[in-house]
């Protein structure tokens, strides 16, 4: 899961971003990012980011103001892709740095969307050697002379262990789900849409910055498309470092649509909850109320986990 640099927890200089090698990296809001190796801290802490987000956030943020169209995207980071791996792996991955930056598509700080054109970095980007960093000697207020003591003091303390306590505390709260592409199994062509699209929103929803702190979610993975036919699921998980995965097919008999969900756990293949949805039609709004349902229950049910 996530693994913290021993130099991230030894000491103060884990919270101040003075080492020289952060050199290259930039700032925004409370935001460090190093854009070439696409890790992303808030306050010193590391943000949990994917690959592909990471490229994306890399670009959007070198090009800071101007936009950077959906073409342009593709062609430098899914240039041996299809349209349609394009199309939702794009649409995860703004999804998933919105989740990281704690940020919103209808009133953004960092990423704007420019409908049907592509996306542009709003925020003030700085490189980090410019940007206002601490000075351990300068005066400080009264109140701020006190935080730096007791920090220091905790983190003198504590140093033998901190890097190890960090660390179980944030494996502890992250479990990674893997979302698999639901399955249409209707014999109807024209569902084949709405099973991608409510999966696509199912890792939305359950990216989303009040769960995404608690799940790790993976949607984008080609060995998520494979074919029911050719599915395993413990060997699905050991392939994209996932502890549990959801799934679901679409069935149909003469009155309705019926979507089943399943969550299921990938070291012993055990179904931890499974769902049934039956709708006379699977609207927008069907498929939006179904993918929160699915995410609720999901993370209900991996709270303990």
């Given amino acids: 899961m996530c693994q913290l640099r021993a130099a991230q927890v030894a000491g103060p200089s884990a919270v101040l971003y003075s080492s020289p090698a952060m050199t290259g990296r930039t700032q925004f809001g409370p935001f460090v990012f190093d854009p070439a190796s696409g890790e992303l801290w808030r306050d010193g802490i590391p943000v949990r980011l994917q690959p592909q987000p990471g490229r994306v956030l890399a670009i959007l943020v070198e090009r800071a103001g101007t936009l950077v169209s959906r073409d342009e995207l593709q062609q430098q980071i899914w240039s041996d892709g299809t349209s349609v791996d394009f199309e939702r792996g794009l649409n995860f991955c703004v999804a998933q740095l919105r989740s990281a930056l704690g940020d919103s598509a209808d009133a953004p700080r960092y990423i704007e969307t420019a409908p049907k054109r592509g996306y542009r970095f709003v925020a003030p980007v ?110 699905l998980g050991r392939e994209v470092g996932a502890d549990y995965v959801v799934l679901a097919q679409m069935k149909m008999d003469a009155s309705s649509v019926r979507l089943i969900a399943h969550l299921i756990r990938v070291t012993d293949q055990a179904h931890l909850w499974a769902q049934t949805f039956d709708r006379p039609e699977f609207t927008l709004a069907v498929q939006s109320e179904i993918a929160e349902a699915i995410a609720v229950a999901v993370t209900a049910r991996l709270a303990g986990a």
């Fill in 126 to 235: 700085t490189p980090l050697e410019q940007a206002p960093l601490p000075a351990v000697n300068a005066p400080l207020p009264a109140a701020g002379i006190l935080r730096r003591r007791l920090l220091l003091g905790t983190l003198g303390a504590f140093a033998s262990v901190a890097g190890a306590a960090i660390w179980v505390r944030v494996r502890s709260r992250l479990v990674s789900v893997a979302v698999v592409s639901f399955d249409n199994e209707t014999g109807q062509d024209t569902f084949d849409r709405v099973a991608v699209a409510i999966a696509d929103q199912t890792v939305a929803r359950l990216a989303s910055p009040d769960r995404v702190r608690r799940l790790a979610v993976i949607g984008n993975a080609a060995a998520l498309r494979r074919p029911r036919a050719f599915r395993d699921v413990k060997e």
